[in-house]
Every structure is written in structure tokens, then in C-alpha cells.
């Protein structure tokens, strides 16, 4: 939820922060701003929508200095409009700054600033925080710094904030709570950032500001203390990321590049972990937790959309094969509702991003009451993965498109490994079963890699001659009822068409009675234990004139009989085919975007990585 980028050195500051922008874009696009200090003068540009509208804008100005700061937002408090985009200004005009996140006590922040005489020119709780801090700085006579040390202490809510001050050179103050920022060390110079996407052309060293820690950044000078005023010792890391992984290499969307990534995704995400030849799972970081799961009663995985539907396809297959009790909970409902959380508790939290506000705060309140927190997450280093007692990356690579398309993928094989390595543990399975899906895995990334060679024209075709519904059902049993519902909200997200998941057995209680000849329902019908069942289902649905669209494994003859159309997937076991299918669904979605010319990369209102509440 909105990009930051930051830049003090020697360099041109305009170019490296429109930049950095722009790979940023994916957290927000609903406006876009710069600050540039020069000669101890502030010079600020914003302007509604995409960065490109911010450059273009600014095309003609005289903008170079070698301090800025820029920012991409995602809309919380007032609407997306020039004079809501950050940065904002104080009163005095003597500081500015940008925010992601949300001050939760603006309102009450903001009611004292206005009965000390202060002007507000936007609707957002950002100028709020920039006048609080430069009022304290005023009234007390202090540094900015001890202002918003101040300030910070009073505030609540999430933020990281970065600021400029006239009268402070080569500076930026950074500050971070609950949302993420990322400074890179280079020669002389640093580079921040919400994530390390607009440094790495310049520097693999980095440091993650923690919680509650405030960050001096001149060029030659990186001091991080906490909000006690002690000095805090930067951690620096190595970033084990490259260019080519945050550009799109030739195709028309990340989106679709992030599709095809996928057999290298998937074996990415197992490689070094699974063992086909000696038959072995090694997961070092399920390997310190071992004995709290052995005193676990329940497994609780926690997580927000298409990382929640990644825990439900796990809820059942950890319960098929390790005989656990395993309940899934959407992170947003779990924080809130006062859950019966112990020591006894094994909580796995399944991020992307790392960053999602409603699962870390789940995960710091579970943590409070003594349970075991375990991340499944992909961007290393992230807040999740930190505040997680153990774990594993899902080395899906950077994700850019705002729609999950491989992370979900590797979550899924990180959840299967997991869920294998704990049945073999416990002894629920047996040694043929646990070798047939080591099996299974390992030649799923050339089944994707089939999908995508000989299903793109197909899906392409069925995507055209969909794409004007209203609406969609989307159906499946078991392993795939998550599937069903992962791939009912790609098509919302991409194409904006309403469309519902189910399990195809519940039809019949309710969603039935919106099937007409203008309704598609698309069944995930794969051969598996349900599958004579979901074809009866398929048959209740012909029976009333929708039209049919199903997902079903290569070489059925019967499905196509019944479905309108097919999109097929090789046949697999029936715990590692959802993969494929899910495979088939997104392509499905991207195609339907794109035929309606939509902008599948940043769907409107959405936002990569939802670090507010
Ligand atoms: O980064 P996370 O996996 O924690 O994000 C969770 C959801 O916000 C995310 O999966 C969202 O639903 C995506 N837009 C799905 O495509």
C-alpha cells in the first residue's frame, strides 16, 4: 500500500526516485509526487493517477538536486486527487513528507492543529503527521529528528514515513512502524525504499529498519536509533535478487510472465528441499519447530486472499495425510474476534508479500499468547518472516503483478512439502505414498510447462467468447473447492466480472438459482476421487441451460461431451493437480482482462502488498 523511494548522494536524485517509482507502482497508483531539496529549498511535484502523469508534468521543470524522496499511494484517507497525493507540506513549508500507512488518531491530532491556527489543503492523515511533527519542532525548538521522535511517540497507527527539512542538507528522516522500508548502501550514497526493487540497480547491500526505529540518511552516513533515542546497530544483508526479475522480459504483462515463470517457480520452491533419489524432504526450518509441532493440537494457518485460499487447499491436505486438526483463518477476522489462542498452538502464516498488516498483527497478538509461528512467505527478509519464530521461503521470485499468479503456485508446494515432511514425521503415511507424491512433485513444473505450450490458444479462444458476461460461478469439491475460489477471485481482480466460488456440492443450496443460458460455470473437474460426482453436478447445471467451462485432465473423453468448453491439464495425483489447474485458471482470467483491454498488471483500487487494516 504506496511506494516510497528515498535517494541522498552525488547522483541525479529526480531520476533515480521517478524511477524507483515506477517499480513501485504495483503498492498504488492513484497519484505521484516528488520532493527535491536543493540549496536548502524544497521543490514538490504531485499529480493524480500513474507515475507517467507525474513525469510528464514535470517534464519541463528544473528538478535536479541529489536529495529526494517520491511517492506512489494507494487511496486511504480522502480520494485520489492532486491535492491528496504526497508529499505533503507543513504549514511553515519548511518540512514535507510522505507516508504509507494510516494514523489511526489523526482525527483527534488534527482537531488540535486546527485549534492552534493550522491549514489543511488535503483530506489525508498524512498532513496531519507532517504538521504534528514540524508544530513539535517549532514549539520545542528542537531538531526535526527529537520532533519526530516526539511525535512518533503519540502517534498510532502504521507508518513509514520519510521527510525533508530546508534547513537540514543531505538529509532524509525515515521512521517505520508496521509497514516496510528498506535502505541500500551504496558508494557514498544511500536508497530507500518500501522494498529493494529501486536500489538494486546500484547496490546488493541493504538493511531492513525494524519497528519503532528512526533512520538518519545522509550520502556517507546511514544512524538508526529507536524511539528511546538509542543508537541501534544497522543488520546489513546481502539482496539475492537481480534486474531481470523485476522487468518483464518480453511479455505484454507481468502477469503473464509471472504465469509462464511457473515450472521454474515451482521447482524453484522445492529445489534442494526434495530428494526424489533418497526419497527425502529436508526443511531445516521445520526442523527447530519439530517439537512444538509434536505438542501441537491444532494447526491454525492464517492468511488474506489468495494466500488464505493457499491455506485452505493445505487445511486438507495436512489433515488428509498428517492427521492433525488444522483450521484456516482469515487473518482479518482471527486478530479481531478474541480467538482461544495457547503455548499448544502451531501457527503458519502464508504471505507473499510478508508485509499484509492483518496477518502480522494476527500473528504479533498469537504470539503474545505463546503459540508457535511458522512463515511460509516469498519476499525474504520481510516483516512476516522475521516476527515468524521459523520457517520457509517460497523462492517464487519477485512478484509484480498485482494479481498472485506464482507465489500462489509455491505456496502451495511449500504447504505440500511441509504437510509431507510432517506425515512422515508422525508416520501417517506410508512409504509408497510419501514416495509417489515426491514422484508426483517433481514433474509438476513440466506438467505446467505443457499447460502453458499447448493451452494458451484454447484458453485465449474460450476467454473471447466469455468475456461479455455479467458474472461466473466457479465450482469445485475437496482438493479443488480453494481452487475454485482462488480462480473465481483472478477473475474479479482482473476483469472487475463478479464471480463466486463454491463447492460444487453446495450449489444446490442456494447459488443454483442463478443459473440461466447467460451464466458461465466453470467447473474444476480434474479426475480425482469427487470426480464422478462434480460431472453430476456438471449435469444438474446442463440441465438448467448455463454454460458449462470446465477445467478437466488430458485424455477425459466424458467431460467434453457435457462441457460447452474444455480447458485441459495433465493428469496428476489428485493432492498436486490443483496446481495445474489453478494454472489454467489464471491464464483463463489474464485472457478475459486483456480482451477487455483492461490494465491487468495494476487492476484498479487494488494494491500489491495491503499493509493497512
Ligand atoms: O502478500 P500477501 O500474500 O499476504 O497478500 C494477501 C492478499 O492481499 C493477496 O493475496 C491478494 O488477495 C492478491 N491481490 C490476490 O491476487
Not at 125 to 152: M, P, W, Y
Not at 175 to 190: D, M, T, W, Y
Not at 309 to 327: K, M, P, S, T
Not at 491 to 500: C, G, N, Q, T
Request: proline content about 3%.
Amino acid at each position: 500500500m504506496c511506494g516510497i523511494v528515498g535517494y541522498v548522494g552525488s547522483k541525479d536524485a529526480y531520476s533515480i526516485v521517478i524511477d524507483g517509482l515506477k517499480k513501485l507502482e504495483y503498492r498504488g497508483y492513484d497519484s505521484a509526487g516528488v520532493a527535491i531539496l536543493k540549496d536548502n529549498k524544497i521543490k514538490l511535484f504531485k499529480k493524480e493517477g500513474r507515475v507517467a502523469n507525474l513525469e510528464a508534468m514535470v517534464a519541463e521543470e528544473d528538478i535536479t538536486g541529489t536529495v529526494g524522496m517520491g511517492h506512489t499511494r494507494w487511496a486511504t484517507h480522502g480520494e485520489p486527487c492532486d491535492k491528496n497525493a504526497h508529499p505533503h507540506y507543513s504549514n511553515s513549508k519548511q518540512i514535507a513528507l510522505i507516508h504509507n500507512g494510516i494514523i489511526e488518531n489523526y482525527a483527534q491530532l488534527k482537531k488540535e492543529l486546527v485549534a492552534k491556527g493550522y491549514e489543511f489543503h488535503s483530506d489525508t492523515d498524512s498532513e496531519v503527521l507532517v504538521n504534528f511533527i514540524d508544530d513539535i519542532r517549532i514549539n520545542n525548538g528542537c531538531t526535526l529528528e527529537e520532533a519526530v521522535r516526539i511525535a512518533l511517540k503519540r502517534v498510532t497507527g502504521a507508518y513509514v514515513i520519510l521527510l525533508l527539512d530546508e534547513s537540514v542538507p543531505n538529509t532524509i528522516i525515515a521512521a517505520r512502524k508496521g509497514s516496510p522500508l528498506v535502505i541500500g548502501i551504496g558508494q557514498n550514497e544511500h536508497f530507500l525504499g518500501s522494498d529493494a526493487s529501486p536500489m538494486l540497480a546500484y547496490t546488493k547491500e541493504v538493511v531492513y529498519i525494524n519497528d519503532y526505529e528512526l533512520a538518519i540518511v545522509k550520502p556517507d552516513e546511514l544512524i538508526l536509533k529507536n524511539l528511546g533515542n538509542e543508537t541501534v546497530t544497522p543488520f546489513v544483508q546481502k539482496l539475492d535478487m537481480n534486474l531481470s526479475q523485476i522487468e518483464k522480459g518480453g511479455f505484454d504483462h507481468f502477469m503473464l510472465k509471472e504465469i509462464f515463470e511457473q515450472p521454474s517457480t515451482i521447482f524453484d520452491s522445492f529445489r534442494g528441499r526434495m530428494d526424489v533419489e533418497k526419497n527425502t524432504i529436508t526443511l531445516s526450518g521445520m526442523d527447530a519447530v519439530l517439537d512444538k509441532l509434536d505438542a501441537a493440537q491444532r494447526i491454525i494457518i492464517v492468511g488474506c486472499g489468495t494466500s488464505w485460499h493457499a491455506g485452505l487447499l493445505a487445511e486438507y491436505i495436512i489433515e488428509e495425510l498428517c492427521r492433525i486438526n488444522v483450521e484456516v483463518e482469515y487473518a482479518s477476522e482471527f486478530r479481531y474476534r478474541n480467538p482461544i489462542i495457547t503455548d499448544k498452538d502451531f501457527i503458519i502464516a502464508v504471505s507473499q508479500s510478508g508485509e499484509t498488516a492483518d496477518t502480522l498483527v494476527a500473528l504479533e497478538n498469537a504470539k503474545e499468547q505463546g503459540a508457535t509461528l511458522f512463515g511460509i512467505v516469498n519476499v525474504v527478509g520481510s516483516s512476516i518472516a522475521r516476527l515468524t519464530h521459523a520457517g520457509m521461503y517460497t523462492h517464487a521470485g519477485p512478484e509484480i503483478g498485482v494479481a498472485s499468479t506464482k507465489a500462489f503456485t509455491a505456496q502451495v508446494v511449500a504447504l505440500i512439502l511441509f504437510a509431507l515432511k510432517l506425515a512422515k514425521h508422525r508416520g501417517t503415511i506410508s512409504d509408497e505414498r510419501f514416495a509417489e507424491l515426491v514422484n508426483e512433485l517433481n514433474v509438476v513444473p513440466e506438467k505446467v510447462e505443457w499447460i502453458v505450450q499447448n493451452q494458451v490458444e484454447n484458453i485465449k479462444a474460450i476467454a473471447t467468447k466469455y468475456q461479455e458476461a455479467n458474472d461466473f460461478l466457479y465450482l469445485g469439491r475437496g482438493y479443488n473447492f480453494p481452487i475454485a475460489l482462488e480462480g473465481a477471485l483472478k477473475l474479479k481482480e482482473i476483469s472487475y466480472i463478479h464471480a463466486e466460488g463454491y463447492p460444487a456440492a453446495e450449489m444446490k443450496h442456494g447459488p443454483i438459482a442463478l443459473v440461466d443460458e447467460t451464466l458461465p460455470v466453470v467447473f474444476v473437474a480434474t479426475k480425482d476421487r469427487y470426480h464422478e460426482k462434480i460431472v453430476s453436478n456438471m449435469q444438474e447445471i446442463k440441465a438448467r441451460k448455463g454454460m458449462l467451462i470446465a477445467v478437466a485432465s488430458e485424455g477425459d473423453t466424458h467431460t467434453p461431451e457435457i462441457a460447452d468448453d474444455v480447458m485441459f491439464v495433465p493428469d496428476a495425483d489428485e493432492i498436486v493437480g490443483p496446481i495445474l489447474s489453478t494454472v489454467a485458471l489464471q491464464l483463463l482470467s489474464y485472457y478475459i482482462g486483456v480482451e477487455k483491454d483492461l490494465d491487468v498488471d495494476k487492476p484498479r483500487n487494488l494494491a500489491k502488498s495491503v499493509t493497512v487494516e
